[in-house]
């Protein structure tokens, strides 16, 4: 099989689409040009690793278009809330549940695939590998905003001098609210204790170079610059390595929430020298819904007995645990952030995505996904604009940058009328986005599940609900 060049431009995605579009004497809004490019790509078969609904399924009591094929797959965009089950948890879970009904206490330690430790250590391999750090470097544990604090209980240490973070004027609720509480913790006002970036007037992005400036300027009062590394709402992938150089000279920690990055695009976490991050494996990492969280901790504070965190019994080394005589025996990396023993049937859904993740790579997924997303960013471009668009008709804007490296997987669209009338016309015709705000719509592609043939489909009815 063909399978697709790495492009790392909008031009080679572009130029590329239509030269394929061109070798088969087609149209760039033909069918035919989605099912080469399904043709050619090497990761379709992950598609049957996972669960699809058909759009009768997915709206179950739900309003559906007249005329709608419910027997159809439906058009599942909508990863950056909540990825596909992998066929693979049911069978695990289940063959998990049977160990507990006849194991009991044994399934911890005893018998085949025992839960304790060697769960734990998979899930930190197969995490390992997505982010772009060393097996000691991750553990899995807890939901996300939990993890955001325990990430600043170890790497937010005000001092009289060093008190701030800086913070991204648009977070995410869970990280603004971590971080405000986190300054109250610790006797300091949000509004004096906070550095906001922010694009420029006018501008739905953040530039790196306003940000280092930022870090240069007032770098020497700021204790955690705390960021994500891609942004929720526009897609929009920080520069993580240049932010993270920029506030290591000024002595600063950096973490980086990941929950909209982790499974989306290559992150080489340690290469970086990242503190510390944190992400969710309910997006594109497909665990289901409230899955264990992902906790990064570099190499470099593995076995810095002194950093402080928060302690519980599963912070000991698992051979003397169970000594219990409360001296503490602190287990390096960030398996020492760990406060209780891991949900057993969480991390199984989570390893079910794993095995699926082990057989392809992040740099496979992001070859695949920058083609879906240049694929229908160039039939909006094309036929959907306020300047392409038929006079009279409603349009599509999109709000993502339009370079493939400043991306994620996801493009965002507003629409020239309502939103949530825009968001349940798609719905009833078996489209499944990421709403946000009442105001966007995130249209997030799986390399994993997603075809070009989904993405044609989705097209066409873009072009049906805005004539
Ligand atoms: C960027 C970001 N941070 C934090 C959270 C909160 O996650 P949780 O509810 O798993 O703690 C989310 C949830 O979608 C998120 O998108």
Not at 26 to 52: E, I, M, Q, W
Not at 274 to 298: E, M, Q, R, T
Request: proline share 4%.
């Amino acid at each position: 099989m063909e399978g697709f060049p790495y492009l790392e431009s909008k031009e080679s995605i572009q130029s590329y689409l239509e030269s394929v579009a061109g070798g088969e004497g087609v149209g760039l809004d033909d069918l035919r040009l989605a099912t080469t490019l399904d043709n050619r790509d090497k990761l379709a078969s992950f598609r049957a690793k996972f669960c699809l609904p058909t759009i009768g399924e997915i709206l179950e009591g739900q309003v559906i278009a007249e005329g709608v094929d419910t027997a159809q797959d439906c058009m599942y965009f909508n990863g950056v809330s909540l990825g596909l089950q992998p066929k693979g948890a049911r069978e695990l879970i289940t063959k998990h549940l049977d160990k507990w009904a006849l194991q009991g206490m044994e399934g911890h330690v005893f018998g085949h695939n025992s839960w304790m430790p060697g769960l734990e250590e998979m899930l930190s391999r197969g995490s390992a590998k997505i982010v772009g750090a060393k097996p000691i470097e991750i553990v899995c544990m807890n939901g996300l905003t939990v993890n955001c604090h325990l990430a600043m209980a170890s790497f937010y240490q005000p001092t009289k001098d060093r008190f701030k973070i800086l913070l991204e004027k648009e977070s995410f609720p869970s990280d603004f609210y971590a971080v405000e509480s986190q300054m109250r913790w610790h006797g300091y006002d949000p509004k004096e204790a906070t550095i906001f970036v922010s694009p420029r007037e006018g501008e739905h992005f953040w530039r790196t170079e306003d940000v280092v400036q930022l870090i240069e300027e007032q770098g020497d009062s700021v204790a955690l610059v705390w960021l994500p590394g891609i942004h929720y709402l526009t897609g929009y992938v920080f520069d993580m390595e240049t932010i993270t150089k920029a506030a290591h000279k000024k002595g600063c920690y950096v973490g980086f929430d990941l929950a909209h990055a982790a499974g989306n695009v290559e992150l080489c976490l340690h290469d970086w020298g990242v503190d510390v991050a944190v992400w969710c494996s309910y997006k594109y990492l497909n665990s289901g819904p409230g899955g264990i969280a992902g906790f990064f901790v570099h190499e470099k504070h593995a076995h810095n007995q002194q950093l402080p965190r928060l302690l519980g019994w599963w912070s000991h080394e698992m051979k003397t645990r169970f000594v219990m005589n409360n001296i503490l025996d602190l287990q390096a990396g960030a398996a020492g952030f760990q406060l209780s023993n891991p949900p057993v049937m969480e991390c199984l859904s989570l390893k079910a995505s794993l095995d699926v993740f082990a057989d392809t790579s992040m740099r496979e997924l992001t070859t695949k996904s920058r083609i879906l997303t240049g694929y229908l960013e160039m039939l909006i471009e094309h036929y959907l604009t306020k300047e392409k668009a038929k006079p009279g008709s409603q349009y599509v804007t999109l709000i993502s940058p339009s370079d493939p490296k400043q991306r994620g997987n996801s493009l965002t669209l507003q629409f020239s009328f309502p939103m949530t009338e825009a968001y349940q016309r798609l719905k009833s015709r078996g489209v499944l986005t990421g709403l946000c705000r009442f105001t966007h719509t995130r249209v997030a592609f799986s390399p994993l599940y997603n075809s070009f043939k989904d993405t044609w489909r989705f097209f066409q009815i873009l072009k049906e609900i805005t004539v």
